[in-house]
């Protein structure tokens, strides 16, 4: 019994299966490259951004900072600024954290930029203007979150 050689369809599926392999192999290695720089923060880039919030019916003054540091939230804010200043209907609701958090220095206060949303809605515990957590800090520390329903973004800062 002598050895023939594979038919020339059955090389090139093997050839195709090869290929298939080696494009899932990269594929695969391409995946946990890009996994394995984003959990180690490969590259250290600060992808943050700074928002100046405004509060409508309100003073000037009763503006604070927000740092967006999730990329949907920041796409978020960025659309909202490509909208008329009255048409601009989301607001920030957050986790409330003690100390200015290096961006938001008029207040002694910020929001945690890991653990902000822009929403439409959100519970009225929550609603309040900066002078109010500012006054009663402990008593909005203990709520833990802001949602003020007169906010909207006003400007990017950086």
């Known amino acids: 019994m002598t050895a023939r050689a594979a ?9 195709g299966a090869a290929g298939r392999s080696t494009a899932r192999t990269a594929m695969i290695l391409s995946c946990l490259a890009i996994a394995g720089s ?9 992808e943050s951004r700074e928002y100046l919030v405004s509060l409508r019916g309100h003073a000037a ?6 740092r967006l540091a999730d990329l949907d ?18 607001h920030p609701h957050g986790r409330l954290l003690p100390g200015a958090g290096g961006f938001n220095t008029r207040w002694s206060w910020h ?7 822009l929403v439409e809605v959100s519970i009225e515990l929550c609603d309040g203007s900066p002078a109010m957590v500012e006054e009663n800090l402990s008593y909005w520390l203990g709520i833990g979150e ?3 329903w007169d906010g909207h973004i006003a400007r990017r800062l950086r």
């Open 73 to 90: 939230d920041i796409m978020a804010a960025e659309a909202e600024l490509a909208r008329s200043e009255e048409s601009r209907h989301l």
């Open 61 to 66: 003054e009763e503006s604070f900072v927000i």
């Open 7 to 15: 038919p020339e369809h059955d090389r090139r599926r093997w050839r």
């Open 146 to 148: 802001f949602c003020p």
């Open 38 to 46: 984003a959990a180690t923060g490969c590259g250290d880039e600060d």
């Open 111 to 117: 929001l945690d930029p890991r653990n902000v949303d």
